[in-house]
């Protein structure tokens, strides 16, 4: 991604490329094996993740390097001024407590949603997720509720690259078939995803809307035991008032 006016730092993108590296999957690194995942030289690697090292960024025990607290100062600072969670936070709370659920609120990131909220319930939770877990957009309820609603030129171009893994035997497992599940999110409004992601991870979803009517996030409740038709008569009517809340709340 050269600028036209000669910007571009290659620099900076290496050395985020580094940092992206470090993963919910793989939190620690080797200079080779950082080296393999930003798809820079062992050389350039080591340079970098000592540099960040010395800047506070990585923590190093002498073999490994993972990150360090100080990465926390750039997602605290953007969640700090972002209004959503602000708008979403007691509107999910008193949902989590009516439900006696988990609720979550996410965006979408590039191929990714984001959670950017989340009220965990007094249930056992069986996947470790906080505020800044990502996971893959098309796998997911929130994701397919932010995917219905991208301009048709945008979902043409996310499903003409996304790649589709089998996370478990209930994954989606062709575009046709993701296409098909998003085309009737868009239709009813709302989604709901059993087990495709990881078994036993199951949640329903709609979008928040702002004010002019764009499609900002999607509200979610993970789920326990519900079936299909308990989901639209308890489940399905709450989050929609909860996503209207903090819609109005937004302005």
Not at 127 to 151: C, D, E, I, K, Y
Request: glycine share 8%.
């Amino acid at each position: 991604m050269e600028g036209a006016d000669g910007y571009y730092v290659k620099s900076v993108e290496k050395a985020f490329a580094v940092l992206g590296a470090f993963t919910l999957n793989v939190p620690e690194h080797t200079v080779s094996s950082a080296a393999a995942a930003a798809g820079i030289s062992r050389a350039a690697s080591r340079r970098f993740l000592l540099t960040l090292r010395d800047l506070g960024y990585l923590g190093f025990d002498g073999t490994t390097f993972r990150l360090a607290p100080r990465t926390l100062d750039i997602g605290s600072s953007f969640l700090a001024h972002l209004a959503l969670p602000h708008a979403a936070e007691p509107h999910l709370k008193q949902l989590s407590a009516d439900l006696g659920e988990t609720t979550s609120l996410c965006i979408l990131d590039g191929t990714d949603v984001v959670y950017v909220s989340r009220i965990t319930s007094p249930r056992l939770v069986r996947v470790a997720v906080n505020v800044g877990t990502r996971f893959p957009a098309w796998a997911t309820s929130m994701g397919r509720v932010l995917l219905a609603s991208l301009p048709e030129a945008e979902q043409e171009a996310y499903f003409s690259t996304v790649e589709l893994l089998p996370y478990t035997a209930r994954t989606v497992r062709s575009i046709q078939e993701l296409r098909e599940s998003v085309r009737e999110t868009a239709e009813r409004g709302w989604s709901r995803v059993a087990d495709e992601l990881e078994d036993g991870l199951r949640g329903v979803a709609v979008p928040v809307r702002s004010g002019d009517g764009t499609v900002v996030a999607a509200a979610n409740v993970s789920l326990q035991l519900h079936s299909a038709e308990r989901v639209e008569e308890t489940v399905l009517p709450p989050l929609r008032t909860a996503a209207d809340r903090i819609g109005r709340d937004l302005g």
